[in-house]
């Protein structure tokens, strides 16, 4: 059974930072790309930051200030989020995706930017 499940979500303060983590079971972790998506109230779900056997990629709103990363050995997979801005504020969900016919999501985390 696959299962994603992400840690890491609060409340921060503008400008603060939180690491995101999502630890995979049940599937061959090194060969999934790995993304973070996260889908504020009202909007559609958007890809954050992807880590793929072609590259790292990132939303523009995000670049500079994110940063994703994976740990094959721990089956885990990061985000790092700096400088963070109330538009920010979300659920944060994570994505394993391998060959589009195996595509796996997290139950979601939250993550509210607020003074």
């Known amino acids: 059974q696959v299962q994603l499940v992400e840690s890491g979500g609060g409340l921060v303060q503008p400008g603060g930072s939180l690491r995101l983590s999502c630890a995979a079971s049940g599937i061959i972790f090194s060969l999934y790309d790995m993304g973070w998506y996260r889908q504020a109230p009202g909007k559609q779900r958007e890809l954050v930051a992807a880590i793929t056997s072609g590259g790292i990629n990132y939303a523009e709103s995000v670049k500079g200030r994110f940063t ?10 990061y985000l790092q989020m700096d400088s963070l801005k109330h538009e920010d504020t979300a659920v944060y969900y994570c994505n394993a995706r391998f060959r589009q016919r195996h595509d796996y999501w997290g139950q979601g985390t939250q993550v509210t930017v607020s003074s």
């Open 68 to 77: 994703i990363s994976r740990n094959n050995a721990k089956t885990t997979v």
